[in-house]
């Protein structure tokens, strides 16, 4: 999706920050939410470990921070991050998500996984490197395919969504899945949807990416045409999948997740359109 208007990313902070600033803290994976605002606002700084923090940015000219804190202070409570997202607009939605996967690289590199020292966080970019060996460790980003297939069943439109076991009842997505070492965005598309659902596909067409913060994924999200082949679900995968009418559809991801904003365009392009190429939404 679109990099929000207004966020400007950095990594070191300036001399001079600006007086309030919005600090995003994080305690044993849960994101703090002021009790009284019920919500992220703009503050002065009130958390005192400057140096297990990192800066993130300036958003509307104002400095972003993110740290992990060992308690609950006095006036917050934690919620879990998918949740606290669900309620933000998209800048902070985009602050929130890189927040979230800083902290989760910095707890998981504060040795080094080569020979085990300590490693010592570097100022001028996002990385710790380990004195001993030279090892440098930087953010972790697993690049991930989504695929939204789509078909003319007796002349009416149908997309085909499917369920994996953690899901809650009744919702349905798109198919996902890990790019491997040495494939291609294209060769793994092809591969997920074999693997999960069994069918083949054609005609990609780029949507968009999103960012997405459980842990550290980056999302690119195709629409393709069905081929051939009858759905076959992958045992322990894919619990269910089906095709399933424009009027007839099942619970869906909401709008704040890529997969939400792919499954409505599709829709409403299938409604207008749907016998032109559909086209990609840098």
Known sequence: MDDTPGFIPGIEAPATPSAQGWHLV???????????????????????????????????????????????PEGWEPQGLRAAMMQMDAALLQL???????????????????????????????????PSCGHVSYPRISPAMMALVWRRHQGRPQLLLARSPNFKPGFYSALAGFVEAGESLESCL?????????????????YASQ??????SLMLAFRCEWAGGEIR??????????????????????????????????????????????????
């Open 26 to 72: 994080f305690v044993e994976g849960q994101l703090l939410i002021h009790t009284e605002r019920q919500g992220l606002t703009p503050q002065p700084d009130a958390f005192t470990t400057p140096a297990e923090r990192h800066y993130l940015g300036r958003l509307d000219g104002l400095d972003c921070w993110t740290q992990h804190a060992s308690s609950v």
């Open 96 to 130: 929130a998500g890189r927040a979230a996967q800083v902290m989760e690289w910095d707890r998981a590199h504060r040795f080094c996984g080569a020979c085990g020292t300590p490693t010592e966080r570097q100022a001028q970019e996002r990385a710790r490197r380990c």
């Open 190 to 206: 092809h591969r997920e949807v074999a693997e999960e659902v069994g069918v083949r596909v054609r005609g990609l067409h780029y």
């Open 211 to 216: 960012s997405w913060p459980f842990p550290h």
């Open 233 to 282: 679900e992958q045992p322990g995968e894919i619990e269910h999948a089906d095709w399933f009418d424009l009027d007839a559809l099942p619970g869906l991801p909401p709008r704040f997740s890529i997969a939400g904003h792919l499954i409505g365009d599709t829709i409403a392009w299938l409604q207008a359109e749907g016998d032109l190429a559909p086209p990609g939404q840098a």
